[in-house]
């Protein structure tokens, strides 16, 4: 940020409305981009710029399928745990159709059989869903393929426990409520804090979504006392050894999402739960899911205040000079491939780079509706 020391004063939060849009939007993902590399990030998520020939991105794409069947389970929770009248059942619908589009949403409700056990019928809901999303095999990549991505879910529906964490829900006696499964959020982030002898007050728009809210509910206990609310995210990777976890301790996008998910339920939410699955399983498929719980306290959502205030900060700075933004060379290995910008970053002057950047397309990117 500056030689002089940051201290965080205040952090208040509120959902954003429609006359919040002139307030300067971050998601995780620009914010985390722009800190690892400024050019990268500010050319992506700023100017919303890609390079004409990009190849595919088999982890983000293979995870974002996954991501959607997991859905579908958490879905099918609600459906079988807390729809007990026509209220529940329209509330599960809207949400059916919401999350997957009508289309798609039937046919993964067709899977689903009252004569079936919960195992075969989460287990159909979440291949659907993958068969319907649109991801195939690339000859490339011979661990994402759509068998495989298939046998990782069916490891990880037989370890997920439909009983063990309810779904939040906001009212299920209004068929409008809203339900913890794939929340899109936008809030509004305020900020009061200190440089030096200085003060601030700024305030952010904050963007994402949530794969999972619901309730650390104890064993035994009562119907109505679902216990305290908590985030639960899933990830794919290759490898989920001690390291592949321990990143998620500190988290900054698990800090950001647990301050997301308290301002849109009204619940405090200062916990998360972290469940990874293993592409390919491998050959012990109950290995090949790792879980963690990962609490937040009141440092780490001041360190995110930081790391948040110093990203904006950055692309503040850059935005209308990105040809001369820092570039950050440990980070021209992006998701196991060379940066795509990496010609553009190579230019030898200043012409060289207008020519590469008036090449390149727009595409723009919301995690709003990804």
Known sequence: ?????????????????????????????????????????????????????????????????????????????????????????????AHGIRIFGQERYERMRNTISVNAS?????????????????????????????????????????????????IWVRDINDKDSDIGVENPFNIVVMFKYSVGDTEYDRKFRFTGKLDGLQHNKKRGSDAKDKGPLFIYEEKTGGKLDDNWLSQWMLSHQITGYCIAASTFTNLPCTNAKISGMRLPIGRVPHEGIRKASVPRNQLMFEKWAGWFIDSANTERKWVDQVFNAPMYTHSCNRYFSSCSFLSFCAAQDIEEKQLIFDEMVTDEWSPLHE
């Open 1 to 93: 940020m500056t030689d002089q020391q940051f201290k965080l004063l205040d952090i208040t939060t509120r959902m954003a409305t429609n006359e919040d849009s002139d307030i300067p939007a971050y998601d995780h993902t620009k914010l985390s981009n722009i800190n690892t590399c400024p050019t990268w990030g500010i050319l992506r998520y700023s100017h919303h710029k890609k390079m004409a020939h990009t190849n595919r991105s088999m982890p983000l794409e293979a995870g974002s399928a996954a991501h959607e069947s997991f859905s579908a389970v958490r879905w099918y929770q609600f459906h079988t745990r807390d729809v007990v009248d026509k209220t529940g059942a329209a509330i599960a619908e």
């Open 118 to 166: 919960d195992r075969t019928n989460a287990i159909n809901a979440a291949l659907d869903v993958l068969y319907s999303s649109g991801f195939y095999d690339d000859p490339t990549d011979r661990n994402r393929t759509v068998s495989n991505i298939s046998e990782s879910l069916i490891a990880w529906v037989d370890d997920y426990d439909l009983d063990r964490y309810p």
